[in-house]
């Protein structure tokens, strides 16, 4: 018996030989297309998301077909491989239908372009900025570099909100003063305030500041102004602090809750 195995063995060893050859080529090309694909791709006008989804797809053909071109090389029958294939598909679409929907819901991503590479946008509550987008995941980095991996058929079938698609957003901030102050001149401040810095602009609207409502502790001032995207958390914060500055220096109180406690003596 050992004899007969060894002249199998002997009778084997060339594919083995020439089915690890096909490997290790196979291998090596692969790597070379998909690094000659992302050199094309980046230097075109196809956004990264979109590319980098085509990449990923075309990666995972590849190694099949290189799977099959060693299981023939080892002389497994082509009629079992097909078989084999089509078994295996089919136990794997039913026992992968989610990761399924994700190859699905990446082409539609990609088709419908909700967002792109570089963009800050909220999907299913998380919010970060589009880093890639692989078959089965979209990759978000939030703001303290935190990744977070969302299935890609989550997020075709979820609401989508880019913050930064478009060129302009609008800044909207709530004031709270006292209802001993005199709110017109709250209201200049916050113009004065508002007209000093060089990220807030007056068009396609000019700042807009009213009296937006009559709380039970304070009176509220609405604020709302144009900035471009790129800019709109620096304008945020400016504003902010130095409208505290401002009141201050006007004298207009910012109200706060306060708990009087009477003490009875009896």
């Known amino acids: 018996?050992?004899?007969?195995?060894?002249?199998?063995?002997?009778?084997?060893?060339?594919?083995?030989?020439?089915?690890?050859?096909?490997?290790?080529?196979?291998?090596?090309?692969?790597?070379?297309?998909?690094?000659?694909?992302?050199?094309?791709?980046?230097?075109?006008?196809?956004?990264?998301?979109?590319?980098?989804?085509?990449?990923?797809?075309?990666?995972?053909?590849?190694?099949?077909?290189?799977?099959?071109?060693?299981?023939?090389?080892?002389?497994?029958?082509?009629?079992?491989?097909?078989?084999?294939?089509?078994?295996?598909?089919?136990?794997?679409?039913?026992?992968?239908?989610?990761?399924?929907?994700?190859?699905?819901?990446?082409?539609?991503?990609?088709?419908?372009?909700?967002?792109?590479?570089?963009?800050?946008?909220?999907?299913?509550?998380?919010?970060?900025?589009?880093?890639?987008?692989?078959?089965?995941?979209t990759k978000l980095l939030t703001m303290d570099n935190k990744c977070i991996m969302i299935p890609n058929g989550t997020v075709a079938s979820s609401i989508i909100t880019n913050y930064t698609q478009e060129e302009l957003r609008r800044l909207e901030l709530t004031f709270n003063i006292s209802y001993a102050d005199d709110f017109r001149a709250a209201e200049e401040a916050i113009a004065n305030v508002v007209a000093a810095n060089s990220f807030a602009l007056d068009k396609p609207d000019a700042p807009f500041i009213r009296v937006c409502e009559h709380s039970a502790n304070s009176v509220k001032l609405l604020l709302r102004v144009w900035v471009k995207s790129e800019n709109y958390w620096e304008l945020r914060y400016a504003l902010l602090a130095d409208v505290k500055d401002a009141f201050d220096r006007e004298n207009i109180e910012i109200p706060y809750n306060q708990l009087d406690v009477h003490l009875d003596k009896n």
């Open 1 to 137: 018996m050992l004899d007969r195995f060894q002249e199998r063995l002997a009778d084997y060893a060339p594919n083995l030989f020439y089915a690890l050859i096909i490997f290790i080529v196979g291998y090596i090309v692969i790597r070379l297309i998909v690094k000659f694909l992302k050199t094309v791709f980046s230097r075109s006008h196809i956004e990264e998301t979109g590319w980098s989804f085509l990449v990923s797809l075309i990666r995972a053909v590849l190694y099949v077909i290189l799977a099959v071109m060693i299981l023939s090389q080892l002389q497994v029958p082509m009629s079992s491989i097909i078989a084999t294939l089509g078994t295996a598909g089919l136990a794997i679409g039913l026992a992968l239908k989610e990761s399924l929907s994700n190859v699905a819901g990446g082409f539609i991503i990609m088709f419908t372009r909700p967002f792109k590479s570089g963009d800050y946008v909220e999907i299913k509550g998380s919010q970060g900025i589009v880093s890639r987008i692989t078959i089965l995941y």
